[in-house]
């Protein structure tokens, strides 16, 4: 079953814009933040930006000032705003939601606040022409 769904990837020249979209599955319960990463070539994954449910914003140092994320509460959507492209933004592009649940007893007694899961979507790819 597909749960997250992105759309927006492409071929842009640097100096350009793209706006990447994730449609986030209503069956998802218990959302506690929304990211958008991306993988290059021979690099480990890294995040690029997140949204708490409570508004809270972070956004990796390369990106600061040039991508903006944001959802679309009536859509239910995940959004990246990408503006100034260069050659380094370059990759595949994913969507990601982590849902809290409250543990176990057994696990709180143990020190475990709560469990986290992980949803990722499909990826997107990004090409940066010089």
């Known amino acids: 079953q597909v749960q997250l769904v992105e759309s927006g990837g492409g071929l842009v020249q640097a100096g350009g814009s793209l706006r990447l979209s994730c449609e986030v599955s209503e069956s998802i319960f218990g959302i506690h933040s929304m990211a958008w990463y991306r993988q290059s070539v021979g690099r480990q994954r890294e995040v690029v930006a997140s949204l708490t449910t409570d508004g809270i914003t972070d956004y990796a140092d390369s990106v600061t000032g040039r991508f903006t994320i944001s959802r679309d509460s009536a859509k239910d959507t995940l959004l990246l705003q990408m503006d100034l492209l260069t050659p380094e933004d370059t990759a595949v592009y994913y969507c990601?939601?982590?849902?809290?649940?409250?543990?176990?007893?057994?696990?709180?007694?143990?020190?475990?606040?709560?469990?986290?899961?992980?949803?990722w979507g499909q990826g997107t790819q990004v090409t940066v022409l010089s």
């Open positions: 990601n939601v982590k849902v809290r649940e409250v543990p176990s007893l057994s696990d709180q007694e143990k020190g475990i606040r709560w469990n986290e899961f992980d949803y």
